[in-house]
Nanobody, 126 residues
Framework: VQLQASGGGLVQAGGSLRLSCAAS????????MSWFRQAPGKEREFVAA????????YYANSVKGRFIISRDNAKNTVYLQMNSLNPEDTALYYC????????????????????WGQGTLVTVSS
């Protein structure tokens, strides 16, 4: 499985971006698909997840109400719509794919995920 993330860029505070993560090599319609991010000098943190088996979504408190995760199974692609961006959102954003049977309590853990994309850089200027 290969994951290709794209859509990052430079945006002003208050602006929006949409990230995409295209999967190849296997259909991931039932997988947990998630986004993580890592800011300079900080640890990688969970951002959002979408469970393929039931469509449930999960968000970090810091992005709830501003970011929306969605997926298009026909395109084997997951998206992250990011609105009301602020400089604290500046980071390298990674998409990840995890097992379909993952229980909700594990979804926010990076160690759950088997496959990772290469990351796409989001920079928010003040």
């Amino acid at each position: 499985v290969q994951l290709q993330a794209s859509g990052g860029g430079l945006v002003q505070a208050g602006g929006s971006l949409r990230l995409s993560c295209a999967a190849s090599g296997r259909t991931l319609s039932r997988a947990v698909m998630s986004w993580f991010r890592q800011a300079p000098g900080k640890e990688r943190e969970f951002v959002a997840a979408h469970r393929g088996i039931n469509g449930n979504t999960y968000y970090a408190n810091s992005v709830k109400g501003r970011f929306i995760i969605s997926r298009d199974n026909a395109k084997n692609t997951v998206y992250l719509q990011m609105n009301s961006l602020n400089p604290e959102d500046t980071a390298l954003y990674y998409c990840a794919a995890g097992p379909s049977g993952a229980i909700p309590s594990t979804i926010r853990r990076a160690g759950l995920y088997d496959y990772w994309g290469q990351g796409t850089l989001v920079t928010v200027s003040s």
